[in-house]
C-alpha cells in the first residue's frame, strides 16, 4: 500500500520577497509598487491536510526495498521497508493516519538564496543556499513548548503548533519507519524508529562551494524535539514490545559547522568514498592574537572579541537532553550532554568489500 494526500500545497514567496507592510496569510497579487520592494528571493513550503504512508504488500507487488548491501562474508543483505509514515500527532505507530500540517504561510519551511555580505552569514562575495524548517519564536509572544504538546501559547519558543481542539489538525507530526532486515545466514530481523509529534523548528542548512578546497562547504543546525523516540526490534512496532529503548523527552540541538570552520562534504580522491570533516579554524585575525589578549591594535581587538564570541556562543554547541530513558520496561532516569563544541570532526566511509 503507498499513500500520499495532500489537499493543499502552498508553494509560496517567502517573507524576504513580500513588502515590508505585508502581513496578512492570504495569497494575494503583487503591484509594482509592492515588487519595488522586494529584498530577497526563495520559496516558502506548506503542506495542509498532508498525510504519507507506504506499507508492504508482497501480494500485490507493492514493495519497497533497500538493495545493493553485502554482510561481512559479501552476501547479499535484503532490506524491505515495511511500514514508512508521517500523519498527524496520535497516529498510534502508523495505524490512525489523519492528516497534519507541515509549516504555515507565517512561518513555512523556506528554500531560498543568502548574500554572504550579510552580518548574520559573514561570507563576504559569497552566494549561500539554505533549507530550514519553520524558524523559532519569542517565548513571550506566540511560541510554544518544543517538547510538552498539551502546553499552549507563551510556554516555549517554538512556532509549529500541537494538534488541539481549535487547531486539530496541528503541524507535529508523528513519524515512523519499520525495516525488515533478512540475510542468508538469519531469518528476518527488525529494527524500528518512531517519533511522536516531532518538531524541527529552528533546523537548517547552508550550501556554498569552497573554491580553496573544492569542496561543497555547510553550515548545519539539527533541532529535534519529541515527547517521545522509540526505537525497537520487535516484528511490528507497539507499545508493549519488550525489546524498546525510549527516549522521553527527547531533545537534540546539534550544531555542525560554522561560516568560518565549514563543514566539509565531498569525495576521497583515493577511494572515492563520502567524506565529512571540520576541520581547524582559519580566520583573519588569528595571527593577531597574542595569548587570548588583545595586543592592542585593532585586528588584536577584532580577534579578542571573535575568539570570546567562539566559546561563549551558545548556537555554536550541541546539547541532547532525554528526559526518561526506558529499556525492556526498565527506567534508567534522566541523561543528558549540553554545551558540547564540536571543533574538528573527520569521518570518512569505505568500500569494505573484498
Known amino acids: 500500500m503507498f499513500l500520499i494526500t495532500s489537499k493543499i500545497v502552498k508553494l509560496i514567496l517567502l517573507s524576504a520577497l513580500l513588502p515590508l ?29 498532508f498525510v504519507f504512508s507506504h506499507g508492504n504488500d508482497v501480494a500485490n507487488d507493492k514493495v519497497f526495498k533497500i538493495k545493493g548491501l553485502t554482510d561481512s562474508n559479501g552476501d547479499a543483505v535484503s532490506i524491505n521497508v515495511n511500514q514508512l509514515y508521517i500523519a498527524r500527532s496520535g497516529s498510534n505507530y502508523g495505524t490512525t493516519l489523519d492528516p497534519v500540517n507541515l509549516g504555515r504561510l507565517t512561518n513555512p519551511y ?3 538564496l543568502l548574500d554572504g555580505d550579510d552580518a548574520d552569514v559573514k561570507l563576504p562575495g559569497e552566494g549561500v ?7 523559532k519564536v519569542d517565548i513571550a509572544g506566540t511560541g510554544y513548548s518544543c517538547i510538552d504538546p498539551t502546553l499552549g501559547a507563551g510556554t516555549g519558543d517554538c512556532s509549529s503548533r500541537p494538534s488541539s481542539a481549535g487547531w486539530l489538525n496541528g503541524e507535529r507530526p508523528d513519524m515512523g519507519l519499520e525495516l525488515e532486515i533478512t540475510t542468508n545466514t538469519g531469518g528476518p530481523k527488525n529494527l524500528n524508529f518512531n517519533a511522536k509529534s516531532a518538531v524541527f ?3 537548517y542548512i547552508r550550501l556554498w562551494g569552497d573554491d580553496d578546497n573544492k569542496k561543497m562547504a555547510a553550515e548545519f543546525r539539527l533541532n ?7 526505537i525497537s526490534t520487535c516484528s511490528q512496532a507497539n507499545q508493549g514490545c519488550s525489546s524498546s529503548v525510549k527516549m522521553q523527552d527527547f531533545q537534540l540541538e546539534l550544531a555542525l559547522g560554522t561560516t568560518f570552520q565549514p563543514l ?9 568514498g563520502l567524506t565529512v570533516e571540520i576541520s581547524k579554524i582559519t580566520h583573519e585575525y588569528i595571527n593577531n592574537l597574542n595569548a587570548g589578549v588583545s595586543d592592542g591594535t585593532a585586528n588584536g581587538d577584532a580577534a579578542h572579541s571573535f575568539f570570546t ?3 561563549t556562543n551558545d548556537s555554536y554547541r550541541s546539547n541532547i537532553v532525554i528526559g ?12 543528558k550532554v549540553e554545551g558540547m563544541l564540536i571543533q574538528y570532526l573527520d569521518i570518512k566511509f569505505r568500500d569494505l568489500a573484498p
Open 264 to 272: 566539509y562534504i565531498g569525495a576521497d580522491n583515493i577511494t572515492g
Open 201 to 203: 523548528d529552528g533546523s
Open 224 to 230: 529535534f524535539y519529541t515527547p517521545e523516540l522509540e
Open 110 to 112: 523556506e528554500i531560498k
Open 309 to 311: 564570541d567562539y566559546y
Open 21 to 49: 507592510n505585508y502581513t496578512s496569510a492570504e495569497m494575494t497579487s503583487l503591484s509594482d509598487n509592492d515588487l519595488s520592494e522586494v529584498d530577497g528571493a526563495g520559496v516558502g513550503l506548506v503542506l495542509d491536510d
Open 129 to 135: 543556499l539554505q533549507i530550514s524548517a519553520p524558524s
Open 324 to 335: 526518561n530513558l526506558d529499556v525492556g520496561g526498565t527506567s534508567l532516569g534522566s541523561a
